[in-house]
């Protein structure tokens, strides 16, 4: 799976954005069957993933596969919505994380019935409706990352080709976000992009803006909230705190 590579490529150029000790610990939003997360952490021996996904029945074959494989003692399979006001009490306590990978709903509702008919009736297709556009919950997705990612993390997203465009010039309205999309990679059915099949789909890549991020949170009387704020307070408290120690939390917002 190209997003799997792409991590995994990233986390060997990159060693010094994960931790020095552990591997990095993932969040993966929609794990479905957990073949994102239990990919990573099979490549990762050290690594650790928190596997979310709102549908019961996912939660439960994520955990059954982690156990078939034996990874089942290096990931946390919570049910949630991501879209829930409970999202940041539930994964607050993990942050900050280093890395956050979904392969989201994201298929525009307009294109649903265009997809095959082997799709369409043996999928969920809520799983794949990503609402109007498609970004219904990658803006969920990017609302939440940066509170939980430390100041160098990074997102990994499988999207619609026409995704990174609209993720671009949502992020220019978002710019308390922090975010930067730094990379995308395209896999056309065809030669060319044009015209679009169902099966198309992008790669993006965004990284937080370490510097913007942590400036911001500096700042006095700044309403910085989340992952960077308690990095930098606990930067200097307490240089080594460790996964789910930073209680300076108290909510997203
Ligand atoms: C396209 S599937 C991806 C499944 C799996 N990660 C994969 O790559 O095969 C999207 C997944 O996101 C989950 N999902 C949809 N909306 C969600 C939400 N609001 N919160 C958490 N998970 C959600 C669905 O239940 C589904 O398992």
Redesign the pocket.
């Known amino acids: 799976?190209e997003?799997v590579e792409w991590v995994l490529e990233e986390v060997a150029q990159r060693p010094h954005a994960v931790r020095a000790q552990d591997g990095p610990l993932i969040l993966?939003?929609?794990?479905?069957?957990?073949?994102?997360?239990l990919s990573l952490l099979s490549q990762l021996p050290q690594s650790q993933v928190i596997a979310?996904?709102?549908?019961e029945a996912?939660v439960t074959l994520t955990h059954e596969n982690a156990q078939r494989l034996r990874l089942q003692d290096r990931i946390r399979v919570i049910r949630?919505?991501?879209?829930?006001e409970g999202r940041c009490t539930s994964l607050l306590p993990w942050s900050p994380m280093d890395l956050v990978v979904?392969?989201?709903?994201?298929v525009f509702r307009k294109d649903m019935e265009q997809l095959a008919p082997e799709i369409r009736s043996y999928?969920?297709l809520?799983?794949?409706d990503g609402g109007d556009e498609g970004m219904d919950?990658i803006t969920?997705i990017l609302t939440l990352a940066p509170r939980l990612l430390n100041a160098s993390g990074s997102i990994f997203l499988?999207v619609d080709p026409r995704h990174p465009e609209l993720v671009s010039s949502w992020l220019q309205s978002h710019p308390d976000l922090h975010l930067s999309l730094v990379g995308v990679r395209e896999d056309f059915c065809g030669s060319a992009p044009v015209p679009a099949c169902p099966e198309d789909y992008a790669i993006v890549w965004l990284l937080c803006d370490h510097l913007a991020r942590i400036l911001a949170c500096w700042t006095p009387g700044s309403p910085c909230v989340g992952a960077a704020q308690g990095e930098v307070k606990s930067a200097f408290l307490s240089p080594s705190h460790g996964h789910g120690s930073v209680t300076s939390h108290d909510g997203c917002f």
């Open positions: 799976m997003l993966e939003v929609g794990c479905g069957s957990g073949a994102i997360a979310v996904d709102k549908e996912a949630l919505d991501i879209t829930s979904s392969n989201p709903p994201y999928e969920d809520v799983a794949l919950i969920h499988e």
